[in-house]
């Protein structure tokens, strides 16, 4: 063979060694390609989670002691289930305490990674420029599992902002014995109807509250008037107090030997004051409700017409705008309000879930699905709300609400002192 006829056969060999040498020139990550200075240039299908090297990411909540080792032991799960993925989790059981120090970090672009926040701090936050929109953690099941009632407060602007974890409505609950003296089988509804019926009971128990309030719980007071109110929304803009709210906290001072001073916690006491018939009427977290003997239970009504602002007791994770790990915020989120973690937060604390699934038997929970809340919640979480039944996007909304709630702790400490709380928050709106 001459040496012309060797050319094509060398050629040949050289093109197949150089064909197998290329994959040994590349990074062996399949689910990127990268630049000859290590970046990425190839991103990587949305979702999917490329583990190029260990992620710190840091979480502030401000939950009672058990609750934040509720979560710490789903945190250490879920650090078991994804090992690149380090998570610290800061408690700062002060709510105080905590909106003051992460307003402040935020400012200065140095907040944690992820926030849970109450739902009313949401929107406020957001406006300020100090989160992420949260859209990318609903997909799929999570999205269309969703409760519009619960998504809606967390909207602004066109994005959402939040993922909701739990919530705690309050709900006023009557004494069905003390409304039959009455002359009602239903809770009172409007005003007059409201006074005639204390009225009533006061003439026929003269020992008897006719609704009781805790000390210094503005959401208590306010959820109560809305309950009166032809335009409750109004309520939610905390100033300035209207006529009609005005007249209703004047005509308790009058009374203010007939409200009772039980805390919603004090289970003992409300169990007694509605079993002895001395009790028309409270305003308690859905959880404190079920926390009541049965048979006390048995003896109340659930004004379910008036389940006033539910979503304000609740609280949702965001995502920090100072968050450089975004994508393993979004995991971690995914997994803390998947629906069997919801199921298990619900049955240790009794805070209703944010899943819309978990409000009726589930199949895919099996077993461990042992506490379902009442069906008719799904109804009343699942109705879309209007801008009018919302807190306005107001920045400054926290520190307003605030306001007002240190002035009727102050005021209603030792006795309700109506007038006097009265007179400061018109000064205060001046």
Do not use: C
């Not at 000859?36 to 190839?42: R, Y």
């Not at 018939?277 to 048979?295: D, G, V």
């Not at 605030?402 to 002035?407: N, T």
């Amino acid at each position: 063979m001459t040496p012309r006829k060797y050319v094509p056969f060398l050629l040949g060999t050289l093109l197949l060694a150089a064909l197998l040498l290329i994959p040994f020139s590349r990074d062996t990550n399949p689910t990127s390609v990268r630049k000859p200075d290590g970046k990425s240039n190839v991103q990587p299908v949305p979702g999917e989670l490329v583990i190029d090297q260990l992620a710190n990411i840091h979480v502030n909540v401000s939950l009672p002691d058990s609750q934040f080792k509720e979560l710490q032991e789903l945190n250490r799960n879920f650090m078991m289930k994804y090992p690149h993925i380090q998570v610290k989790i800061t408690n700062e059981p002060s709510k105080d305490s905590a909106y003051d120090l992460w307003s402040l970090q935020s400012q200065q672009g140095e907040a944690a990674d992820i926030i849970l926040l109450d739902n009313g701090w949401v929107r406020p936050f957001a406006v300020r420029g100090f989160l992420k929109p949260a859209d990318s953690v609903m997909t799929g099941d999570s999205l269309s599992d969703q409760l519009t009632g619960l998504l809606d407060p967390l909207k602004w602007n066109g994005y959402l902002w939040g993922v909701p974890k739990d919530l705690n409505p309050y709900t006023i609950v009557w004494s069905s014995s003390l409304l039959a003296e009455a002359g009602l089988k239903e809770p009172p509804a409007d005003w007059n109807a409201y006074q005639a019926a204390a009225f009533k009971i006061i003439e026929l128990h003269p020992q008897a509250s006719i609704v009781n309030w805790s000390v210094g719980d503005l959401q208590q007071q306010i959820v109560w008037l809305a309950a009166f109110q032809s335009e409750p929304s109004r309520m939610l803009n905390v100033f300035p107090v209207n006529a009609a709210q005005a007249l209703q906290l004047a005509w308790f001072q009058e009374l203010e030997a007939k409200i009772s001073r039980i805390n919603g916690d004090e289970r003992e006491r409300l169990d007694e004051a509605f079993q002895k018939n001395q009790l028309l009427a409270a305003i308690i977290p859905w959880n404190e409700y079920e926390e009541l003997e049965e048979a006390t239970r048995n003896k109340l009504i659930v004004d379910r017409d008036q389940i006033i602002y539910p979503w304000l007791n609740g609280r949702s994770y965001v995502i920090s705008s100072s968050s450089a790990n975004e994508e393993e915020a979004m995991v971690w989120i995914q997994e803390m309000t998947d629906i069997n973690n919801q199921q298990i937060s619900y049955d240790r604390t009794g805070q209703l879930p944010a899943r819309a699934s978990l409000y009726a038997f589930n199949g895919s929970l099996q077993s461990k699905q042992t506490h379902i809340p009442p069906a008719w919640w799904k109804k009343v979480l699942d109705t879309k709300k209007t801008d009018a039944e919302l807190a306005n996007p107001d920045p400054l909304w926290p520190e307003k609400w605030r306001q007002r709630e240190h002035l009727w702790k102050t005021f209603s400490v030792n006795r309700f002192e109506i007038a006097a709380y009265l007179e400061a928050l018109e000064a205060l709106e001046k």
